[in-house]
């Protein structure tokens, strides 16, 4: 019975999949039929396939991608558990993610929009030194930390003075890779490995200002573009966070961030 090859179909019904599965399975590669038959084209399995395929079924009923489960199959023990783990890993980012979003409905299901306090005004030009990095929108938060690991020690041996808040600097819009920075306000402009200096025009913004976690902002930028789209005027980037008062200083409820978005009169 063990030699014995199995039609698609009895196969399909052993390993709990459809047939429609493990057609486009083979398709791609991850679980061919030991035999096609030259005529019909029909699939025939072998017994000791159905491990690979109950474990195919196993990983997608946890969401991993077809691509990431032909990897695993193919891999070694060790990296097999290599890149579970790095899928546990993405798992747990999106879990946070979606934690954060469901924190922001039940606060718009509560209260309805968060009131901000939107206000124009006339920001002084700033210099900062930057690192910079590239980044989806989903990994901004871990991005930012990377650069403010990166900033501060080259600015320490460096010697190079620097006055609070930290500053994050992003694109008006929020594309699949994006440039963002990291800096500080210095007066020193000096060559200096691995910092970057970048004037910030000084001009007219609209600004306001957010309490509480990061996960939140986007209430806080809804306000905000949606203040300089009634005046009639033309946000203009990059936009502009302070970080006023930061994650080692404070809880997440507590955070301080200014927003800024500088403006031109008349819509584009």
Same mark, same amino acid.
């Given at each position: 019975?063990?030699?014995?090859?199995?039609?698609?179909?009895?196969?399909?019904?052993?390993?709990?999949?459809?047939?429609?599965?493990?057609?486009?399975?083979?398709?791609?590669?991850?679980?061919?039929?030991?035999?096609? +038959?030259?005529?019909?084209?029909?699939?025939?399995?072998?017994?000791?396939?159905?491990?690979?395929?109950?474990?195919?079924?196993?990983?997608?009923?946890?969401?991993?991608?077809?691509?990431?489960?032909?990897?695993?199959?193919?891999?070694?023990?060790?990296?097999?558990?290599?890149?579970?783990?790095?899928?546990?890993?993405?798992?747990?980012?999106?879990?946070?993610?979606?934690?954060?979003?469901?924190?922001?409905?039940?606060?718009?299901?509560?209260?309805?929009?968060?009131?901000?306090?939107?206000?124009?005004?006339?920001?002084?030009?700033?210099?900062?030194?930057?690192?910079?990095?590239?980044?989806?929108?989903?990994?901004?938060?871990?991005?930012?930390? +990377?650069?403010?690991?990166?900033?501060?020690?080259?600015?320490?041996?460096?010697?190079?003075?620097?006055?609070?808040?930290?500053?994050?600097?992003?694109?008006?819009?929020?594309?699949?890779?994006?440039?963002?920075?990291?800096?500080?306000?210095?007066?020193?402009?000096?060559?200096?490995?691995?910092?970057?200096?970048?004037?910030?025009?000084?001009?007219?913004?609209?600004?306001?200002?957010?309490?509480?976690?990061?996960?939140?902002?986007?209430?806080?930028?809804?306000?905000?573009?949606?203040?300089?789209?009634?005046?009639?005027?033309?946000?203009?980037?990059?936009?502009?966070?302070?970080?006023?008062?930061?994650?080692?200083?404070?809880?997440?409820?507590?955070?301080?961030?200014?927003?800024?978005?500088?403006?031109?009169?008349?819509?584009?």
């Amino acid at each position: 019975m063990q030699d014995e090859l199995l039609t698609i179909g009895r196969f399909a019904r052993l390993c709990r999949l459809s047939v429609k599965q493990l057609r486009h399975y083979d398709e791609m590669g991850l679980l061919a039929p030991v035999r096609v +038959d030259a005529n019909s084209g029909y699939r025939y399995y072998a017994p000791e396939q159905a491990r690979d395929a109950l474990t195919i079924a196993l990983l997608r009923e946890m969401d991993l991608p077809l691509a990431v489960i032909a990897q695993a199959l193919a891999a070694e023990p060790e990296h097999w558990a290599q890149i579970l783990r790095a899928e546990r890993d993405r798992l747990a980012e999106r879990i946070s993610r979606d934690r954060a979003r469901l924190e922001m409905l039940e606060r718009l299901a509560e209260g309805g929009l968060p009131g901000y306090e939107v206000t124009m005004s006339r920001e002084p030009e700033r210099r900062l030194a930057v690192v910079r990095a590239v980044c989806a929108p989903a990994e901004i938060g871990e991005k930012v930390e +990377d650069c403010v690991g990166r900033l501060l020690p080259v600015l320490g041996r460096a010697g190079i003075a620097w006055e609070p808040p930290l500053w994050g600097l992003y694109p008006l819009d929020l594309e699949e890779r994006m440039e963002i920075a990291v800096g500080a306000q210095t007066p020193q402009v000096v060559g200096t490995p691995g910092l970057e200096f970048e004037a910030l025009p000084g001009g007219l913004v609209a600004e306001t200002v957010h309490i509480g976690p990061y996960a939140q902002l986007p209430l806080a930028y809804n306000a905000l573009f949606a203040a300089i789209h009634e005046r009639g005027l033309r946000p203009q980037a990059p936009v502009r966070e302070a970080y006023l008062v930061g994650p080692a200083e404070a809880p997440q409820e507590e955070l301080m961030t200014r927003l800024i978005i500088p403006v031109q009169e008349g819509m584009a």
